[in-house]
T-cell receptor
Framework: GEDVEQSLFLSVREGDSSVINCTYT??????LYWYKQEPGAGLQLLTY?????DMKQDQRLTVLLNKKDKHLSLRIADTQTGDSAIYFC????????????FGAGTRLFVKA | DAGVTQSPTHLIKTRGQHVTLRCSPI?????VSWYQQVLGQGPQFIFQ???????GRGNFPDRFSARQFPNYSSELNVNALLLGDSALYLC??????????????FGDGTRLSIL
């Protein structure tokens, strides 16, 4: 079946690193994504990784992909209060009929 | 450059009515997808359109329909509204719409409330 799972909550102190984890089910996915949603807003594409990569770094963001375990993680270095939001992991299966499947989202709380 | 724009931003309807939501993609993007996001959940795929043709459909009833126009803008129509249709409706655009995905850029959504 198709499913993307994430933990629901994460709380960190300002300046620490945050790590948000995700597991997915479809190994055919070409792209895996991380989106950010702030209250009352749509989804902001944070970063994405091709399935033939193990790691991608973009400023404070590091994405790690473990294809064997179908595990994706997002690390945010030097987490700031402005990073407080809901983070969604998503995949686009090659056999999925052109759809993107989202997890339920991880709510990140950053304490000052 | 303008991002994905959606209208209206908020809408209140009653059960049994019909609604039309509109979306303009990023300039140069030819694919538009629609998602429903119920409070506390991730977005659920409804449709994808590319070059005015439906390329994919999620597990939604026939009350939901959509179309894409020659300028690549899109409309989502929902008939016979139910209380359970209350949600944030998100539109996303991408350059193309290949199976296996492409990075999508989202609008801020239309919040639909059914009374």
């Amino acid at each position: 079946g198709e499913d993307v799972e994430q933990s629901l909550f994460l709380s960190v102190r300002e300046g620490d690193s945050s790590v948000i984890n995700c597991t997915y089910t479809d190994s055919s996915s070409t792209y895996l994504y991380w989106y950010k949603q702030e209250p009352g807003a749509g989804l902001q594409l944070l970063t994405y990784i091709f399935s033939n990569m193990d790691m991608k770094q973009d400023q404070r963001l590091t994405v790690l992909l473990n294809k064997k375990d179908k595990h994706l993680s997002l690390r945010i270095a030097d987490t700031q209060t402005g990073d407080s939001a809901i983070y969604f992991c998503a995949e686009s299966p090659n056999t999925g009929g052109f759809k993107t499947i989202f997890g339920a989202g991880t709510r990140l709380f950053v304490k000052a | 450059d303008a991002g994905v724009t959606q209208s209206p931003t908020h809408l209140i309807k009653t059960r049994g009515q019909h609604v039309t939501l509109r979306c303009s993609p990023i300039s140069g993007h030819k694919s538009v997808s629609w998602y429903q996001q119920v409070l506390g959940q991730g977005p659920q795929f409804i449709f994808q359109y590319y070059e005015k043709e439906e390329r994919g459909r999620g597990n939604f009833p026939d009350r939901f329909s959509a179309r894409q126009f020659p300028n690549y803008s899109s409309e989502l129509n929902v008939n016979a509204l139910l209380l359970g249709d209350s949600a944030l409706y998100l539109c996303a655009s991408s350059l193309t719409g290949g199976e296996g995905g492409q990075p999508q850029h989202f609008g801020d959504g239309t919040r639909l409330s059914i009374l």
